[in-house]
């Protein structure tokens, strides 16, 4: 009996992983507040962080062929109990939040020490936690109204970190307040379109949910269901025009959390997006309304040109990449507008690929801050000299955000433009071609003032602290690495893409 109890634990443990993913952090968040040591609120999130990630490469791991992974809460079969369901791009998510989440955790440890009073230390980590476990609740539940339940904890959680940003400077409170308006906006549209789904329905599972909203499309409560649920994602995700609240957020919130919702939040609402439209909605009601051509795809050319000049004009560095992200938000559902299944795929591999590479820039911006030189370009001249290691991962990220072919920015782009020359949409082609031009140009700024212009003599500099360093370096590490060994997130993508335009999220 004895011999057999190990064996026994490993097998329950590994069948109840996609729960473990969203209690291990949850639990972890009031035990930081309790304990109230610093120190050890910091272990708790980096090791709950960490447990994350080996859970989310395990699931990974078993989806990456295109199985589907269903969790019965409680015993409870799907549609009357609530279903956790993982599938390749979901696990993918999953991955790229937890991944973030361990890089940026040790350079947060240093980072916020200058950016929030050592009192709050506790409450920060323990809001973090929070954060984390709605950002991958959403994107492992199969519960429609799940999703709005975890996406409320995620944002609430949002709210407060950026508001702690108001310790180094006041206008982080405003920001924090401009985002919680726009994000409870967002968030009551999301709502009442479940509302509608559920009316049309009767059920909360998603599975469930698209199996009976198919032959009702014409359904004026289906449409005005789905009418709402875009918005409100397109609030949350910061789709163009809805973007405003974004700038200010990233800009400033403190420089771990910066780094932390640029890679993870927006990417997260992009997976919501894709889940509803693709898996509850299908390509087929989609491809009735005209969604693509007359919405989407309009937006994401304008977002991919405007928020790219606005960058190239901006004197903050964190506004500049704040604009950058806008840019790179439009060529995601530039790919999902394409509607074909290399565009999808394109538009997958360029959620983690933006992830990983967005986390590296600001947190490169945040070791400049931390070091007394502010994030204003007139204060970074000739920073380059005095802080090489930090100046060079940096630029390792900017060649992944221009899409230089070895980084991983490289990929996204190449199947962009592939996916529209394929149907023969050579315009679009061009617009991706020029829209890159312009990140070189807002980039080479940049560079050029970091490493060709004279060094302010009037402020001493250091290299950034060995702690935050690293985590920097793992990322651009990462953009080089994933940009050279393709295959595992190629793979997981195709899969993913080929599961949405199919408009599967497997059967109960």
């Given at each position: 009996?004895?011999?057999?109890?190990?064996?026994?634990?490993?097998?329950?443990?590994?069948?109840h992983l996609?729960?473990?993913?969203?209690?291990?952090?949850?639990?972890?968040?009031?035990?930081?507040v309790?304990?109230?040591?610093?120190?050890?609120?910091?272990?708790?999130?980096?090791?709950?962080?960490?447990?994350?990630?080996?859970?989310?490469?395990?699931?990974?791991g078993?989806?990456?062929?295109?199985?589907?992974?269903?969790?019965?809460?409680?015993?409870?079969?799907?549609?009357?109990?609530?279903?956790?369901?993982?599938?390749?791009?979901?696990?993918?998510?999953?991955?790229?939040?937890?991944?973030?989440?361990?890089?940026?955790?040790?350079?947060?440890?240093?980072?916020?020490?200058?950016?929030?009073?050592?009192?709050q230390?506790?409450?920060?980590?323990?809001?973090y936690?929070?954060?984390?476990?709605?950002?991958?609740?959403?994107?492992?539940?199969?519960?429609?109204?799940?999703?709005?339940?975890f996406?409320?904890?995620?944002?609430?959680s949002?709210?407060?970190?950026?508001?702690?940003?108001?310790?180094?400077d006041?206008?982080?409170?405003?920001?924090?307040?401009?985002?919680?308006?726009?994000?409870?906006?967002?968030?009551?549209?999301?709502?009442?379109g479940?509302?509608?789904?559920?009316?049309?329905?009767?059920?909360?599972?998603?599975?469930?949910?698209?199996?009976?909203?198919?032959?009702?499309?014409?359904?004026?409560?289906?449409?005005?269901?789905?009418?709402?649920?875009?918005?409100?994602?397109?609030?949350?995700?910061?789709?163009?025009?809805?973007?405003?609240?974004?700038?200010?957020?990233?800009?400033?919130?403190?420089?771990?959390?910066?780094?932390?919702?640029?890679?993870?939040?927006?990417?997260?609402?992009?997976?919501?997006?894709?889940?509803?439209?693709f898996?509850?909605?299908?390509?087929?009601?989609?491809?009735?309304?005209?969604?693509?051509?007359?919405?989407?795809?309009?937006?994401?050319?304008?977002?991919?040109?405007?928020?790219?000049?606005i960058?190239?004009?901006?004197?903050?560095?964190?506004?500049?990449?704040?604009?950058?992200?806008?840019?790179?938000?439009g060529?995601?559902?530039?790919?999902?507008?394409?509607?074909?299944?290399?565009?999808?795929?394109?538009?997958?591999?360029?959620?983690?690929?933006?992830?990983?590479?967005?986390?590296?820039?600001?947190?490169g911006?945040?070791?400049?801050?931390?070091?007394?030189?502010g994030?204003?370009?007139?204060?970074?001249?000739?920073?380059?000299?005095?802080?090489?290691?930090?100046?060079?991962?940096?630029?390792?990220?900017?060649?992944?955000?221009?899409?230089?072919p070895?980084?991983?920015?490289?990929?996204?782009?190449?199947?962009?433009?592939?996916?529209?020359?394929?149907?023969?949409?050579?315009?679009?082609?061009?617009?991706?071609?020029?829209?890159s031009?312009?990140?070189?140009?807002?980039?080479?700024?940049?560079?050029?003032?970091?490493?060709?212009?004279?060094?302010?003599?009037?402020?001493?500099?250091?290299?950034?602290?060995?702690?935050?360093?690293?985590?920097?370096?793992?990322?651009?590490?990462?953009?080089?690495?994933?940009?050279?060994?393709?295959?595992?997130?190629?793979?997981?993508?195709?899969m993913?893409?080929?599961?949405?335009?199919?408009?599967?999220f497997?059967s109960?």
């Amino acid at each position: 009996m004895s011999l057999e109890a190990p064996h026994n634990l490993a097998f329950s443990l590994s069948d109840h992983l996609p729960i473990l993913q969203v209690l291990i952090p949850f639990i972890a968040a009031p035990l930081a507040v309790v304990i109230g040591n610093r120190i050890i609120a910091w272990w708790l999130a980096f090791i709950s962080s960490v447990i994350s990630l080996l859970i989310a490469t395990t699931l990974l791991g078993k989806v990456i062929d295109g199985s589907v992974i269903s969790y019965q809460i409680g015993g409870w079969a799907p549609p009357l109990g609530i279903e956790y369901r993982v599938d390749s791009l979901s696990a993918l998510i999953l991955f790229l939040v937890t991944l973030v989440s361990t890089i940026i955790l040790p350079y947060a440890y240093k980072s916020i020490n200058f950016e929030i009073p050592k009192e709050q230390h506790t409450l920060f980590y323990a809001a973090y936690l929070l954060c984390l476990t709605g950002l991958l609740g959403v994107a492992v539940t199969g519960d429609a109204f799940n999703v709005f339940v975890f996406l409320e904890i995620s944002s609430l959680s949002t709210y407060v970190l950026i508001a702690q940003g108001s310790y180094r400077d006041k206008r982080a409170l405003t920001a924090a307040f401009d985002y919680l308006i726009m994000g409870t906006i967002g968030a009551t549209f999301f709502v009442i379109g479940i509302g509608f789904l559920y009316m049309a329905t009767g059920t909360l599972n998603m599975v469930d949910m698209s199996n009976l909203i198919k032959g009702q499309e014409s359904l004026s409560t289906v449409r005005s269901g789905f009418v709402f649920i875009v918005i409100g994602i397109g609030l949350k995700l910061a789709i163009f025009p809805l973007h405003f609240w974004l700038p200010r957020a990233y800009t400033y919130a403190p420089s771990a959390i910066t780094a932390f919702l640029a890679a993870t939040a927006t990417k997260v609402a992009v997976y919501m997006l894709l889940r509803f439209m693709f898996t509850i909605f299908h390509p087929n009601f989609l491809s009735k309304i005209s969604i693509f051509e007359y919405i989407i795809l309009p937006l994401a050319i304008m977002a991919m040109f405007s928020a790219s000049v606005i960058a190239v004009f901006q004197s903050d560095f964190k506004k500049l990449l704040a604009y950058s992200s806008i840019a790179q938000i439009g060529y995601i559902l530039l790919g999902i507008g394409l509607m074909s299944e290399t565009s999808l795929t394109a538009a997958v591999i360029h959620i983690f690929n933006h992830g990983i590479t967005k986390a590296v820039l600001f947190m490169g911006i945040g070791a400049y801050v931390l070091q007394g030189r502010g994030s204003f370009l007139s204060d970074l001249e000739g920073i380059g000299k005095v802080m090489p290691w930090t100046s060079a991962a940096i630029v390792v990220g900017f060649l992944s955000l221009i899409g230089v072919p070895g980084t991983v920015g490289f990929i996204s782009k190449w199947f962009l433009v592939k996916s529209a020359l394929e149907i023969g949409w050579w315009p679009v082609a061009i617009a991706i071609v020029l829209t890159s031009l312009l990140a070189v140009i807002y980039c080479w700024r940049v560079i050029e003032t970091i490493y060709f212009k004279p060094l302010l003599s009037k402020k001493l500099t250091a290299e950034t602290p060995i702690s935050m360093l690293l985590p920097i370096w793992v990322g651009a590490l990462a953009c080089i690495y994933f940009g050279l060994n393709t295959e595992a997130i190629m793979t997981t993508s195709q899969m993913a893409a080929k599961s949405l335009y199919a408009g599967s999220f497997g059967s109960l």
